[in-house]
């Protein structure tokens, strides 16, 4: 592409704007994956990625797309005429879905609008009705990266406590792990998934499975057919910072210093950092008198807003017109939302004035598309954020 | 690592030293993999990648090791209860005859001795022996990484033919792609199987699948459950130069810049040089009075040669002396040439000079290691070096 | 420094924000440099960089900050005992003069405000007071990085030739080149001094003198001594693409690729860009009811903006206040305007977002620090960004 | 310049092989030069790169190459009509001198045949004679690039001291720092003149004076005109790690780099490390039989082996054959030693199987254009080198 003057404005939620120290930490020769060079690294990032997933349990990290991590909780977990437990929180907890059908598990789908995250309610009342367990997992979208909702975890938990059900607990944390509180063990979450590509701040090819004890031992005795994925294969070389497979060394490299970056910032600060951007940007929304998505405060996500465009109006002719005069890329509506929302990512690698550069593409982006709206959205945020230094209390916690 | 003067020789049979054009081809920041930039990479090596298999079929790219598009090639043509015929070429081999195992295949498998490829008329006769076809596939490792053993694949093709059986042609190719010639087309393969980290001169996290008309027929009829590996699912985006999920960006900036760097090159030169290297390095092995594990001149590699150690000394430990003293890392022996062998990769961005450095890393560490052999290995290599201008006559054409 | 999520705001007046593109092609193996493979580079660069300069004639490239740049201009053509005409444009301008008084350089230094550019009359004036001719030099600052304020140097080339006189035309471009529109030949200038690290987007190092024939003709009779600098010894070697000593290769290369992202862009886009940045920035400065320094709006600079403290405040606790909350850095006041101005730079590598970011910075940074303005500077800015295309008229012209 | 294969071995005497980790380090954005950051940076350059040249005095450090430190020395303490005493030791030699002679410096040049250092002896004669102290300064080159022949400078501090003469002694260690010992203090040198793209594995474009509080002294009384390289002008603002006008920031990243990469190798194992890759060369030379110009054992250098090839034969086509053949560029021989010699670089970042990967080169390009030489030259090479983990009695010491 040719040159335009500057830099691009990659505002998509995912992946996200890779920190140059990343870049130049993967920019370096491979090495051999048998050497001593090598255990040490692995070592370091096994153990390292651990508190970012909030786990002293193991973590499977795998050289695929996150795709390929929910697939890996799937095939580890649960066998074919398995029923599972899930919700249409949007859309890729209906490609989740999908995925686990074609694996012949039995999925009950409990139907949502897009706009609300995973009721809690309904998880107990859907488990006390399976008396005889059947449902061998709850499958949940932590953050919904289409609609920027975020189902509460803690409550999906308490819920399975209350009903007493022994269920395993899946959550999909793509688009929130290292920019959105969370906590593996502290939640009694089973299998975490999680991706390189959003709050890692490293470019796409790795992705996760934080496991505890008790679905290792599911993985044990399920005899669904898995070589890639399977858990066991991998846990006896990580224990000496090895792989069954040749890994993707570089993105290794690039995982050891997200994860210094992270500890450095703290991740008190990051969560913090996230929050207090999202409100900003849903103060921008508002001034604009547009509708942001997520229907209930306490589910904001605070990677991604998703904005609806007034009826009439066409949020891919925005994004088209934002991304040629602005040389912004931001998130499309997908599946039923095609057209209609465009999605604002404010996640990774991110700061004050990234963000007030974002929201004034946005806010031209809106006038030069002629998308009825009002002027001070990004005024709007800069009084939130000269006003504040980081504290933001979030409703959901 | 603490520095210690000089760049590492990374001479194991892959990873292999990654340029620094492609290198710094992946050292940029992540775009949009939905966006218009992307797709022209998409559409770019999508298509460019092609005339490296031989073949004008569809290519498969996924973010995932090696070891991934070996599942992939089984899951997508292959059900639970099929039969296969395989041959024990070595661990490569073994190990994805387990692989297929875990996926309830029923595997033939020709036992062998570790020093030859394929036999192809024990193919032959199998296949006439199979008079019900119930042989749904041959699967072949061209070129066994751990033994430095090429199978001739155009005569497993002619032997198929000659049966008349039906079975389709797998073939992995991991460590010979780009380094050894290869032609999908000609070859009348159906399934070849690729992986980034070899001849292809980038780090590791993408492989391949080349798939024939038949095969793509076959996956269409199968029904293993799959997702990630499905290659009706990447057929229809990657059309458009689009993936159906987040690709591994930054590794396809570099794949694009491998493929620009082997057409400058030229195949044929490429195959010519890696040809002439595996060629000065036996001179330098029969030197030294050693002996070469491949047993059959007509299937040395070109991109490695194991190196048989004297009875009672330990491969292992003479690779631990020229790590620690020359700083090169070289291939061990692997399950039951443990501590027998040791290889020496001699694929990827590679040059006389290079070669000559690692011939000396062995030479010297032979002597240093107390393992019996003559000098005037790295001088008989040198001579033909010196001698010959590129042109190589191979054996097995 | 430890990590603090998202990327620097490097918005001094330079040096600037270097494109990935850049830093990509500098990262990479030092060359031989008496080799083919530098000639061809080094050809490349010579012939390339002329059309910036707006120049056919020769163009020296120095391993050198700009200031060397400065000193070789004064060597190659003056005498100690030469007497010049200079203007007190601004601090870098009296700086330039005390370089020339080093050498023993008489200067005729034009007292000036620092609000205000090179007065032609002044120039007519004082040249045809000169009727022997002991004037040797007009040195004339184009851009004033330390007040943003532009010196017309077509109506300084005019005065000149109005009045008759033979001084050479010396023009100091450091801050310009590449960013304002600047044409060596057309105007008559006979040396032009610019640096890397402003409008050329590369890291500092190298320095430049664009060489009229007039000029060269004077430093072939110049006796002051000097060797590095020399002109003549430069001359000979670049003809081959060479130099008479070890160039700063890996900033050739940057140059190279500097060069081929402004000839992509279009010269004269890159300058209608610059144009555009700068009287966004002017109008959000007005709209914040702050004073711009330049007084004469046909001198405004279009790669900074120097704007002026409301008395009682200070201009450096305003700048701590923006690099600590909002991690950018703002040029400070120079010598007699430190503490009393702040300097934005909005040249090189730069586009509306990033100049959206930049006015957040300042306008936040205005409220955080407690100085008196108006709200809305950034809506006005936006507001005239959205409504224009690119297409500005520039006073100057 | 089209693919072709593997690394090109660069093995000129310098610029050398910049390490990954140095590239890396510099290929990062640019910062602000008068910001916090840069000041921790700068100060530790300033004060890192002191144990590199054996000192606790200050090191003035230029953006410029090494011929501009060779200015620097010269414009700082010395004023037109001085006398000095220098000595043709070989190509550079003769390029100072004449720098001297274009600032008016009176040169006594003792005549010499470039295959000698300075004679200590001539020295104190000179010396003795010179009764009214009319020399003002001692000018060695410490390592001579065009000959490969050290001059041995504590015994001219020697005879210095015995004649009791008051002059200065300037040294050019541009091809020796970092690569054989040297020791600024204990030496008693005044000025150590030195350049980034040697021993220091940076690419070209820093140089460095290294000043003693005689030569401090002596600057500050001195009157020859000069900015740029003046030392006290940089005196000041180094105090505080910061700098009288722009840095090249980028290279004191690198410097920062190749600091710490010298500490952690360690001087004495880095020193040890040259003088053994230089012994392993000369062997290898004497093994073809071929003449090292160098003509004094005591006097050999450690970073590069100029040899000379039989009558009628010529260096140059024996280069420009090893560059097409076995992509490998030698330093030539300069001047009035043009075609006669060939120069091995073996210093910077480099280790035991990159010298045999060289050592290869030149003993198959000596063959391919058909120089007459024995072969065996790597051998004799190779048979040291593993004989010896790393100690070097070295003849100077």
Redesign the interface.
């Known amino acids: 592409?040719?040159?335009?003057?500057?830099?691009?404005?990659?505002q998509?939620p995912?992946?996200?704007?890779?920190?140059?120290?990343i870049?130049?930490a993967?920019?370096?020769?491979?090495?051999?994956?048998?050497?001593?060079?090598f255990q040490?690294l692995g070592q370091e990032v096994l153990e390292g990625i651990k508190p970012i997933f909030g786990t002293t349990q193991p973590v499977i990290i795998?050289?695929?797309?996150?795709?390929?991590a929910w697939?890996a909780a799937i095939v580890n977990t649960l066998t074919?005429g398995d029923k599972v437990l899930m919700f249409e929180t949007g859309h890729f907890a209906t490609l989740w879905r999908t995925?686990a059908q074609?694996?012949?598990i039995e999925t009950e789908f409990v139907p949502g609008d897009w706009r609300h995250g995973v009721d809690a309610g309904v998880v107990e009342a859907k488990l006390r009705e399976d008396r005889d367990h059947a449902i061998k997992a709850v499958m949940v979208v932590h953050n919904e990266t289409s609609t920027g909702v975020t189902s509460r975890v803690p409550l999906v938990r308490q819920a399975i406590d209350r009903a007493g059900h022994p269920a395993l607990l899946l959550v999909d944390t793509i688009s929130s792990l290292g920019s959105i509180d969370y906590r593996h063990d502290e939640w009694g979450v089973d299998v975490t998934v999680a991706?390189s590509?959003k709050g890692l701040m490293l470019?796409?090819?790795l992705s996760f499975n934080a496991v505890s004890e008790k679905a290792m031992a599911a993985s044990r005795d399920n005899r669904m057919?898995?070589?890639?994925w399977?858990w066991q294969d991998m846990l006896k070389p990580n224990q000496n910072g090895f792989f069954?497979?040749?890994?993707?060394?570089?993105?290794l490299y690039g995982l050891r210093e997200a994860v210094?970056?992270?500890m450095?910032?703290g991740m008190t600060?990051?969560f913090a950092?996230h929050d207090r951007h999202a409100e900003a940007t849903r103060r921008a929304v508002r001034a604009w008198g547009l509708e942001i998505l997520c229907a209930e405060p306490a589910e904001y996500s605070s990677a991604l807003t998703a904005v609806m465009v007034p009826n009439g109006h066409n949020a891919d002719e925005l994004r088209r017109v934002i991304?040629d005069?602005?040389?912004?890329?931001l998130g499309?509506g997908l599946a039923k939302l095609a057209g209609k929302v465009f999605r604002i990512g404010h996640l990774g690698?991110?700061?004050?004035?990234?963000l007030?550069?974002?929201l004034?593409?946005v806010?031209?982006g809106l006038?030069?598309a002629g998308i009825p709206h009002r002027?001070?959205g990004?005024?709007a945020a800069?009084?939130y954020?000269?006003g504040n230094?980081g504290e933001v209390k979030k409703a959901a916690e």
């Open positions: 592409m040719a040159h335009r003057g500057g830099r691009h404005f990659l998509i995912g992946p996200t704007n890779v920190p140059d120290r870049l130049r993967m920019d370096r020769p491979t090495i051999d994956h048998r050497g001593p060079e040490k795998y050289p695929a797309s996150g795709t390929g697939e074919p995925l074609k694996f012949g991706g590509q470019p796409p090819g057919p898995r070589s890639y399977d069954p497979y040749t890994p993707a060394t570089n993105l210094a970056m992270l450095e910032e600060n990051v950092r991304l005069r602005f040389d912004m890329s499309a690698d991110f700061n004050d004035l990234s007030a550069g974002t004034a593409g806010e031209m006038s030069v002027s001070g990004l005024d800069m009084r954020l000269e230094g």
